[in-house]
């Protein structure tokens, strides 16, 4: 499916003048049709699936409990 460049920018939830941007420096494949520019929406989904593990690995850094020292308990 492809989509304008106003429906990328409210997919990705960026700026549409970022997303021009991106295009013109070819960080974002996108096809001309005379009139606009068409991008491919599925080329999102690898970036989208690496962002999800990297939330739910940082959440899971911060719930986990912190070790107790083994020196705390030394009384020298």
């Known amino acids: 499916m ?3 460049i106003k429906e990328t920018a ?3 939830d960026l700026d549409e003048s970022y997303i021009n941007q991106l295009i013109q420096e070819r960080k974002i494949r996108a096809v001309h049709d005379g009139e606009q520019y068409l991008i491919y929406k ?3 989904n690898n970036h989208l699936e690496q962002m999800e593990k ?3 690995m940082i959440a899971d850094y911060y719930n986990e409990p912190i070790p107790e020292d083994i020196d705390v ?3 020298d």
């Open 42 to 44: 599925e080329q999102f």
């Open 10 to 12: 409210e997919y990705l």
């Open 54 to 56: 990297a939330k739910k």
């Open 2 to 4: 492809y989509l304008t």
């Open 73 to 75: 308990k030394d009384e």
